[in-house]
């Protein structure tokens, strides 16, 4: 491996490159943390630290760091056929054998099963096309006053002037007059935070349903065109909605024939222990938006499944939908989609998310709630958060200005384990590959991090 010189790259990335959702003044203080390497489930940095990479990256190593069979297919793929667009009637061989391979992959829901795939090179914009193809669904069934897409606070769906829209990030929202019109917003179904005193999960999952209808009625049915939303939200924080909260969603737009978008950028490829996460929540979707895991995060590509219902009329209405990118359909992405989607079949990844790594994690995750800072825990498949709490027994939280979070965060780097951290939520959503030996590791390292932020609470005083 060659040395760096981690203070010249530091000196020249904060003289030239502008950071996603960074504050470079910070950076310019600090210095980017370079990394340099990975394998399987760590990663390491220029000082030559390494880490255990709870995220994945950013939700989307998958497969975990280093697999030869996806750097080969990207090396053969690019001495076949490095580059063609799938426009103007042209083609390629990965990325039609990845279409018919991904909708191989999507559980059958009756009419709204998936039979067509359009591609694109991130969530964000898939779910740009998303506006663009619902928008042409209800112009093509001569109801172009459908126009509204609802959303919910708290949900990401991409970075883009719509995606951001859709997404109900207030901090994004605050910068660059966001939402663009037409793109509102309901609450997040997030029974520790909105729950009532005496009301169940249960119970509250459906009346976080009902505020859709509310915002329906309130807006006139024959305008809304769309509902979207993340089966669980990610980069809200690990917000997993109580049981009752899909099946109730779908009862609503069935009512009202509003399309049904499920965002599965970090849920779909074993995230949740399925390909495809919305069969199991209870969800119809009408179009299912995916990206990260797809390649394990190797290369971008994402795209959206295209239900019956749209793609039907798109198709044998429509004539030409102006709209594609330069890169729909790249060859490389697809054939290292095409590898990293044999290799998770070949190792089983997804049923080993579902029954034996996922379940291994509740019941880590369940003791984390012994801890005196936890206000609670929970886990989907390969996704955790818990809530850090001032007082377990009230579940009384921090001031937000204490930034809790972040101070629990940084004992995670200094510690070697890459943990987020959402206000004062702690998430995790580790590679797939996991070993139970490793998801002990983790546990110990978490459990390590949470006794240092609660030392640090308790002598800053503030847990008083
Ligand atoms: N939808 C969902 C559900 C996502 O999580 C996107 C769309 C956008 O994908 P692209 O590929 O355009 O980034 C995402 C992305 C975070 C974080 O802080 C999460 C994402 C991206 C960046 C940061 O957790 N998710």
């Not at 960074?22 to 390494?50: F, P």
């Not at 090179?121 to 001569?142: A, F, H, I, K, Q």
């Not at 989907?380 to 001031?399: D, H, I, P, S």
């Amino acid at each position: 491996m060659t040395t760096i010189d981690t203070a010249q790259i530091q000196a020249l990335d904060s003289a030239h490159f502008i950071h996603p959702f960074t504050d470079h003044g910070e950076l310019a203080t600090r210095g980017s943390r370079v990394m340099t390497h990975a394998e399987g489930v760590y990663v390491w940095d220029s000082e030559g630290r390494k880490l255990l990479d709870a995220m994945s990256g950013l939700w989307c190593v998958n497969a975990g760091y280093a697999r030869k069979e996806l750097a080969d297919a990207a090396y053969r793929q690019m001495m076949t056929l490095p580059y063609y667009n799938s426009f103007f009637q042209t083609t390629n061989v990965p990325a039609v054998q990845l279409a018919s391979k991904l909708v191989s992959l999507a559980p059958k829901v009756a009419e709204r099963s998936f039979e067509h795939v359009f591609y694109s090179s991130s969530g964000s914009e898939s779910n740009d096309t998303n506006v663009r193809m619902v928008r042409r669904y209800w112009d093509l069934l001569g109801q172009p006053q459908r126009k509204v897409i609802i959303g919910r606070i708290n949900g990401y769906h991409g970075s883009t002037m719509a995606s951001a829209s859709l997404g109900g990030m207030s901090g994004m929202h605050a910068q660059g007059d966001l939402p663009i019109p037409n793109i509102t917003h309901i609450g997040q179904p997030y029974f520790f935070e909105n729950g009532l005193s005496g009301e169940t999960e249960a119970q509250f999952g459906i009346r976080a349903a009902g505020w859709l209808e509310t915002k329906i009625l309130e807006l006139g049915a024959d305008k809304v065109a769309a509902f979207i939303g993340e089966p669980v939200q990610g980069a809200g924080g690990v917000i997993i909605p109580p049981s009752t909260y899909w099946p109730e969603i779908q009862r609503i737009v069935d009512k009202y024939g509003i399309l049904l978008i499920s965002d599965e950028v970090i849920c779909a490829f074993g995230r949740l222990g399925a390909w495809f996460a919305y069969a199991q929540f209870g969800m119809k979707p009408d179009l299912v938006t995916f990206a990260k895991g797809v390649t394990s995060g190797y290369i971008p590509l994402g795209g959206v499944l295209v239900g019956n219902r749209v793609a039907k009329v798109l198709i044998e209405q429509g004539g030409e939908f102006n709209h594609g990118y330069t890169y729909s359909g790249h060859p490389v992405a697809c054939a290292v989609a095409l590898a990293n989607l044999e290799l998770m079949e070949r190792e089983q990844l997804v049923q080993r998310v579902h029954d034996d790594i996922g379940p291994y994690l509740a019941q880590c995750f369940a003791e984390l709630k012994q801890h005196p800072l936890v206000g609670d825990a929970q886990t989907c498949g390969l996704v955790a958060g818990l809530v850090l709490v001032k007082n377990q027994a009230t579940k009384e939280c921090f001031a937000e200005e204490l930034g809790v979070g972040m101070v629990c965060r940084a004992h995670c780097f200094g510690n070697g384990l890459i943990m987020r951290a959402v206000g004062d939520r702690m998430i995790i959503a580790p590679p797939l590959v996991m070993t139970h030996a490793q998801i002990d590791e983790m546990m110990a390292l978490i459990v390590k991090c949470l006794d240092l932020t609660y030392a640090d609470a308790g002598k800053n005083g503030w847990l008083a």
